[in-house]
């Protein structure tokens, strides 16, 4: 019960955050559909005139039960943003404590916040596809991998991503995140459960919620 109720508090937290980027007319891009990343890393998937509801996505990007939602829900999650059904926050977190997990996770993470907006969702692609297995065992996502991943997402970004200069800031803003664990979908503040992996199911959760623009 304490874990959860931290965990209410953060979601609280990071819709407020959501709020003010709503209000944010310096935001990057123009009106309408767009990606735009906040102080604490998360990026925000949404369409500015859209009442819509939110979805916060908290992920690992060592974590295979995330590639595994990632393969199955995220082109939906895209699709709803994209036409305004749904406000999608991504976290990107780091909740394992053991190497070599931890260690890939933060370097992938640090890596994420040096891709421009406009490359990001590839990027993020591109992690799952290279993600160290076996997992608790393989390490990976190296420097010399980020930066070829990054390339192939369209940013060269090299120094970047080498220097891990966003290492520091990551774990600091992942420590103020209480997980159960990952992924972690929460619609409108609410928990889901078995429909973050069926896309039918989330699509429904998501389209049925209040305030969803049809």
């Known amino acids: 019960m304490r874990i959860m109720k931290r965990f209410v508090a953060v979601v609280l937290a990071c819709a407020a955050v959501a709020g003010l980027w709503w209000s944010?007319?310096?935001?990057?891009?123009?009106?309408?559909?767009?990606?735009?990343?906040?102080?604490?890393?998360?990026?925000?998937?949404?369409?500015?005139?859209?009442?819509?509801?939110v979805l916060d996505v908290f992920e690992d990007y060592d974590c295979p039960v995330c590639k595994d939602m990632h393969a199955k829900v995220d082109a939906t999650i895209q699709r709803l943003a994209r036409e305004g059904r749904v406000r999608v926050v991504f976290h990107p977190v780091t909740i394992f404590q053991d190497e070599p997990m931890r260690s890939n996770s933060i370097r992938a993470a640090a890596a994420a916040r040096c891709i421009p907006e406009q490359n990001w969702l590839a990027f993020r692609d591109e992690l799952y596809a290279i993600q160290p297995a076996p997992h608790g065992v393989a390490s990976g996502f190296t420097v010399e991998e980020l930066v070829k991943a990054a390339r192939k997402a369209g940013a060269a970004v090299d120094d970047c991503v080498t220097s891990q200069s966003y290492a520091k800031a990551h774990?600091?803003?992942?420590?103020?995140?209480?997980?159960?664990?990952?992924?972690?979908?929460?619609l409108d503040g609410r928990l889901l459960g078995g429909e973050a992996f069926d896309p039918a199911a989330l699509e429904r959760a998501i389209t049925g919620g209040a305030g969803v623009v049809v």
């Open 24 to 53: 944010n007319p310096g935001a990057s891009s123009s009106e309408g559909v767009r990606l735009s990343r906040q102080a604490d890393g998360s990026m925000v998937l949404a369409d500015r005139s859209s009442n819509a509801p």
């Open 171 to 186: 774990v600091e803003a992942s420590a103020k995140i209480q997980l159960e664990g990952t992924p972690t979908l929460v």
